[in-house]
Each structure stands twice: as structure tokens, then as C-alpha cells.
């Protein structure tokens, strides 16, 4: 396992961030807290391409609160990988939605698995 903190500047208008992941791996977990008050809609949301893997909603309006993320059910085990041929898979995109304050701070932790395993068949194994 690996540990990725990061720290965003949030904004009054929807921010998208992009991460390129260190190695292959898969997002097991995901914390975030803002240095100001969030409403109990806003939204820290890690996705591969377009599509979310996991995903923080406030729920409350406290700064300074640790949040959790809950892993998609569907898309949650989505691999990212350094060496994928297709761009998309080779970040973490990080979307912040739009927050009350400018300059709104967010420290982000991600727990990073980095031994995803690939599925192969018994010959290729």
C-alpha cells in the first residue's frame, strides 16, 4: 500500500486536478478535509477517465472534519497504471465541486494498492 496526500486549492467553481498514479494500482481509500466550512453537498470525487472510483460527499458543513470516502460498487477495483496505452488510465483525476469560499483549502489521502493484480489465464500466468 501506498500513501498519496495531496493539497487543493478548492474554488467557488467546480475544479478538475490530475495525478499521474506512481505505479500500478487501485484506489482502496480516500479522506479529505477543507480548512473552511463545505456545504453538505460538496463533493471530493476520484475517477479513472469519467468514471468515479471513489467518492466523498460532506454531508456536513464543519471545517477542519475529516471525511471518508465510499468506494463505487461497480467501479471500485478499476486499475490505473503508469504504462497503459490509453491516457486516461495513467492519472488520477481528482474533481472538487464548486465550494462556498474562494481559496477554500483541501488536503486529500489516498490509500493507493499498489499490488493490483492482473487476470490471466493459467498459461499466460
Known amino acids: 500500500m501506498k500513501d498519496i496526500f495531496?493539497?487543493?486549492?478548492g474554488g467557488t467553481s467546480a475544479l478538475t486536478h490530475y495525478?499521474?498514479?506512481?505505479?500500478?494500482?487501485?484506489?482502496?481509500?480516500?479522506?479529505?478535509v477543507f480548512n473552511k466550512a463545505v456545504a453538505t453537498t460538496d463533493t471530493v470525487d476520484i475517477q479513472r477517465g469519467t468514471t468515479s472510483v471513489n467518492k466523498i460527499t460532506t454531508g456536513a458543513t464543519t471545517a477542519g472534519k475529516v471525511y471518508t470516502g465510499t468506494p463505487d460498487a461497480d467501479n471500485k477495483d478499476l486499475i490505473f497504471d503508469p504504462d497503459d496505452s490509453t491516457e486516461a488510465n495513467k492519472m488520477l483525476k481528482i474533481v472538487v465541486s464548486a465550494l462556498e469560499s474562494a481559496g477554500t483549502l483541501v488536503g486529500i489521502w489516498i490509500k493507493y494498492d499498489d499490488s493490483a493484480a492482473a487476470k490471466e489465464t493459467p498459461s499466460e500466468a
Open 6 to 9: 495531496v493539497s487543493l486549492n
Open 19 to 32: 495525478l499521474p498514479v506512481p505505479c500500478r494500482g487501485i484506489v482502496k481509500g480516500l479522506k479529505a
